[in-house]
Each structure stands twice: as C-alpha cells, then as structure tokens.
C-alpha cells in the first residue's frame, strides 16, 4: 500500500485538475456561457462579460456567488442553485428590479447599519431547519445578517452620500472604521449603479420596443428638431420627444463606464468602443440604431420573458456578426472566461495545502511513500500556477508581474520553484513543507488582493513598458521570492528543533546549507534588480533615485541580506543565528513588499487599507515570537546534543 500513495496522489491529483479543466456548461436553458463570453471594453481593455460579472461580485460582496434575496422571510428556505456571475449580471441589465433584491453589499461597521436602519431584531436569522439553527448556535453558520440588497439600502442612499462626502477629504491613515466602511459602500453602490445603466435604462421595460418606436420616429423627429432650430414651421411634438430622448440617452451614454458596443465594421479604430447610450445617440447622424445595441435589446427583451430560444439565437447571431472583425479578441475571451471557471489558483492553493499536510506526516510516519507523494503534488501545484500565469501573460499581452496581486502569485511561483529544486537535491521533505506552506500562503494573499477588482488591469503611462516590467520587476521580485523561501526554512529548523526531535545533525546541516544558500541568491537579484529600478525610474522620472518608500524598501532588502552574509563570514553567528537572521528577513521582505505600498505616500502607493495593516501587523509579530522561541536555552530544545552545539548562536 504504501508504494501505491505516490501513484495514487498523482492519479487524484491529475484526476482533480481535469475536472477544473471541463467547459462550463449552462445552468438551464438559457446560454448563460455564451453571453458570459460576449466582448466588452471596460477598464482600458476588452475582457468577456464573465470578468465584468465576477470582479464586480468580489469588490462588492467578497464572493462569486448571489444566494438569497431579501423576500426571504425565513433564510434557507429557498433551496435554489446560487446564480452565476453571468447571471447575475444579466439581472442587473435587463431585470434591475430583480437584481435589487439580491443580498450583495457586506457591512459589518455597526454605525453605518444604524445608519441604513438596522437593529439587533433586523439582523437576526431565522432558519428553516433546525440543523441550520443549531448551526448557528454554535457559529458554524451567521447568525446575523451581514449582507444587503440594493432595494434595502436606497432609501438611505442621500445619507450615505453625505457621509461619503465628509470622509473623502479626511486622509486615509487616519480614516475611522466608519469612515473607510462608509467610503466602501457608496463606491460599491456606484459601480452597481453603473452597472445597471450600461445597456438600458433600468425604468425600460421594454427597451426593444422603445428602440424600434424611436428608430421609426427617427426621420421625422431629426427634421422637426432641425426645422425648430432654424426657426421654420415643424411639428412641435415631434421635435419635443425627439428632444426628450436625446436627453434620455445622453444620460445613459454618461452613466457607466463600461463600452459594450464594439466599433463599426468599417471604423479604422478596433479600440472604438463606446457605451450603448453613445452607440443610440450615434443614430442621429447614421439614421438608424446601431445594430450592436439592438442585439443587445434582444437579449433584454428575451431575458425579461423568459424565452431561452430567441435569447440563444440572438447570442448566436451577435457573435457570428462579431467574429468577422474581431476574431482575436473573441479568441482571447474565450480563453478568459475558461480561465476564470477553472480557477487554477484555488486548485493550486488546495493542492499546495495537501502537499504541505503530506510532507509534515512523512517526517513522523512512511517518510519515502509519503515524501515522494507529497513532493509530486507540490510539482502538479507548481505547473498549474506556471499555466495560470502564462495564461494571464498572453491574455494581458504583459510580463508576469505588473501589480501587487500579480506579484503575489510571482514571489510564490518562484519560491516554490526554488524549493523543488532543493527537494530534488536533499529528498528529506523539507523543500515540500516549505513550498507547500509558501504557495499556499502567497496564493491566499493574491486572493484577497483579487477582492480589488480586475487584476489584469492597464499599467500607468509612466510604467507601461514591457521591457522594464520583464527585467527590473521580475528580479526583484525573485529577490522577494527567494528572502521570504530563506526565512520560512529557517522557522522548519526552528519548529523541528524546538517542538520535535527530528532535528538531527544531518537535517539541521542541510537546513543551514539551503538558507545560506538562498540568502546569497536573493542578495544577488535583489541588488542587481534594486539596480535596474533606479535606471527605469531614471527614465521615467528624471533621477535614479529620491528615496521613495518603494525604494528605500528594495534598498533595505539588500543590506539586510548582506548583513546576514557578513554575520555568517565573520562568525558572529551559527546555525541559529543564521536562523534568526534569515527569519527577521520575512519582515524586512512583507515590509518592503506590502508595507510601503499601504502608507499612502511615494510614487508607488496603492493606498492605505486596514486590513493589510492589521495582517501585516499580525505577521510581523508572529515572526518576532518565532525568533524569541529561537532564542529559548538549548536545554529547552529537543534535538539531539550534537544538534546542540552546532546550534549555538
């Protein structure tokens, strides 16, 4: 049997990432997947609807999921599938009314529920089962509700608006709770908004028919307005709702801002795109309305009664007609929308907890079987996260790291690269746990970066430039990668040493050998890549260097590493000096990485957040406690005595 667990994990390992690769099917009826893979621009670049739906359910409820809707008496009584993102959105633009009873906005700050009307007996639950309520007795499930519909908080909407617009100007760092969840909700509320104007006006309840009357009108309403502004005789009633509506769709064009309407087939320009309101307003000079919008309006009216045939068709017209001109684009959609079903970070971040798990065990018990099982599952791990970003690469037309969220899934790529490489030298299933525990922890980090919005958005004019984001970025962010792979060996020896006694001579050699070893690779590219920033910002800004934050950080990570070479050189420190160096090296690296970007100041701010602030925090004195548990007299140690002595600091 326990030859077998090696084939086995890589039999189910292989077996689990097959069934992520599987084509999305639909729900029902309808062809939800093939509106989900329908063309937009939004952000500054063309992504599937599916993207729109999902980035816009992570920034405003946390999740890719819609589950109850506010009619519900009783929660857990509607035993309905959870609705997709796509048709989710497909709510929001054609049923608003709908859409608006979908529990979506997460609060938690108690003023700002005081603030849309919320008390103890509003928030509690009441389930249907009984099993859900004991659930909820013992926390297992919410017990209060955490999440609102947009039809609960718009009668509060001028309140909060007030509130947002006295906290804007207060600055970041010092926001209250309140304030920062306040700015929160009306910034989500607003991309809600915008997301119901993009392809008609929510109050439409029959924007087919309203296109079609305004398209017949259209020939005598342009005359009349153009007799009534030249001063000659018209028909004043012709002219007035001609008005009208131009006002109307004038409004709808300025509402959002994501561009559905494609370019015309003879526009010079693919990167034409404009909002379904401006595609409408172009009629009074073509004549008619644009074709893209009254596909659109198909899909409406379909969606809007129900009818899975005639919404199919249209899809499969609109697409038809799409594929003549923008075939690329479609080809690059498709292959997002895949992507975004497969999820390959989430498979890769069990994977990577199961390899980690497996690995710890092969230290106590079956430490072959287990070893090489483990080890195989941290590789499947690893080249499911490369194709994830190789896919991100092509789909973004980018280097692999061009923002925070992408960095996170490079410095975990990359550190659980070196560690392979390490398990492949010393087979004793340390490179495993540590690869496990770094791709796991890194993936989780991207996760709650990806809560941000669209992670493959454009690059600032200053730093768009692939030469430089494949270069500098990538070496330093090796550097990241490979400082953060030296202090999580180093908290292994800690942990063995101090907690088990598998810590013997040979392991805490090999340990010693592998951290010195990365410390010295992570000094050569986080110097070299320190290096190649100051020439970029040379470029860009005009100076070498000006002592940002950013650079003052990278700056840091190099004397750090070099600190813990010249200690080692100089015997000022043993093994578990080394140690304590190489982990104190996590918080240099999280402070550099993260910390700087969160003040809220320098040329590479991303903004101050609490909750990088307080899981920073958290992390930099988790690894103060492990270096104070390192410092512990050896007699408090269980390994062997010729552990011992080589440990001395």
């Known amino acids: 049997m326990k030859r077998l667990l090696p084939f086995l994990a890589l039999i189910l390992g292989l077996g689990f990432i097959g069934l992520t690769l599987l084509a999305p099917k639909n729900p029902g009826a309808f062809d939800i997947v093939g509106f989900g893979r329908l063309p937009v621009l939004a952000n500054g670049r063309i992504k599937p609807m599916d993207t729109v739906a999902r980035t816009s359910l992570l920034q405003i409820a946390g999740e890719q999921k819609v589950r109850a809707a506010d009619n519900s008496d009783v929660f857990g009584q509607d035993n309905a599938e959870p609705l997709t993102p796509a048709a989710w959105l497909l709510d929001v633009f054609f049923r608003p009314k709908t859409a608006d009873g979908y529990r979506i906005f997460t609060i938690d700050d108690p003023d700002l529920l005081s603030l849309i009307g919320k008390d103890d007996q509003s928030l509690s639950i009441h389930y ?37 617009k006295l906290a804007e100007p207060v600055d970041a760092a010092v926001r209250t709770r309140f304030q920062r969840s306040v700015l929160q909700l009306y910034e989500n509320l607003g ?145 997002e929308v895949r992507f975004n079903a497969a999820a390959p970070f989430t498979s890769g971040m069990f994977l990577y907890a199961l390899a980690f798990v497996l690995a710890i065990i092969s230290w106590l018990k079956w430490p072959d079987a287990l070893g090489r099982a483990a080890f195989q599952l941290l590789v499947l791990a690893w080249v499911l996260a490369t194709a994830g970003i190789l896919i991100r690469m092509w789909i973004g037309g980018r280097p692999p790291v061009t923002n925070l969220y992408s960095s996170a899934l490079f410095v975990g790529w990359g550190s659980v690269g070196l560690c392979i490489i ?51 970025v990538i070496v330093v962010t090796s550097g990241y990668a490979s400082t953060l792979l030296s202090g999580f060996l180093a908290i292994i020896y800690v942990f063995r040493g101090v907690f088990t006694k598998s810590l013997d001579r040979a392991t805490a050699d090999a340990l010693t050998r592998m951290v010195y070893g990365i410390v010295c690779f992570a000094t050569l590219f986080s110097f070299v890549g320190t290096v190649l920033g100051g020439i970029w910002a040379d470029q860009s800004w005009g100076r070498f260097w000006g002592w940002d934050p ?72 988790s690894q103060l406690i492990i270096i104070a548990i390192a410092n512990l007299p050896l007699e408090k140690w269980r390994s062997g005595p010729g552990v011992a002595r080589a440990s001395s600091p």
């Not at 004991?134 to 947009?150: E, T, V």
């Not at 028919?209 to 153009?226: H, T």
Request: neutral net charge; glycine residues 10%; proline residues 4%.
């Open 422 to 472: 390490l398990e492949k030298i010393y087979r004793n299933a340390i490179g495993t746990v540590a690869g496990g525990l770094i791709g796991f922890a890194t993936l989780v980090i991207a996760h709650y970066l990806a809560l941000g919005g669209d992670t493959l958005e454009m690059m600032r004019a200053v730093l768009d430039s692939n030469f430089w984001l494949s270069t500098h």
């Open 550 to 621: 950013k650079e003052n950080g990278a700056l840091i990570i190099v004397i750090w590493n070099a600190i813990i070479l010249h200690a080692r050189w100089g015997g000022m420190v043993k093994q578990r000096g080394l140690m304590c160096l190489a982990i104190f090296g996590n918080i240099v690296t999280s402070w550099s990485w993260f910390g700087v970007n969160m003040l809220g100041v320098g040329l590479h701010n991303y903004g101050f957040t609490e909750a990088a602030f307080q899981g920073l925090s958290i992390f930099v004195a």
């Open 128 to 164: 249907a089962k009984t099993l859900d309520q004991w659930k909820a007795l013992f926390g297992a499930l919410d017990s209060r509700y955490r999440s609102f519909s947009y039809r609960e908080i718009a009668p509060y909407l001028p309140a909060i608006e007030s509130q947002a």
């Open 191 to 335: 991309l809600y908004q915008r997301l119901e104007h993009t392809l008609q006006p929510p109050d439409s309840g029959d924007f087919l028919g309203e296109l079609m009357r305004f398209q017949q009108a259209l020939p005598a309403g342009i005359a009349a307005v153009r007799a009534k502004q030249a001063g000659q005789p018209h028909n004043e009633d012709e002219a007035q709702t001609m008005l009208e509506l131009g006002k109307r769709y004038v409004a709808l064009s300025d509402a959002t801002n994501v561009l559905a309407i494609p370019p015309e087939p003879q526009a010079a320009d693919l990167n034409a795109w404009t909002t379904a309101g401006q595609g409408i307003l172009a009629a009074f000079d073509r004549g008619s309305v644009n074709p893209s919008v009254l596909a659109y309006a198909g899909l409406g009216y379909a969606w809007r009664g129900q009818n899975a045939e005639p919404f199919n068709k249209v899809i499969d017209l609109y697409r038809g007609d799409l594929s003549s001109r923008l075939a690329p684009q479609l080809k690059k959609c498709d292959t």
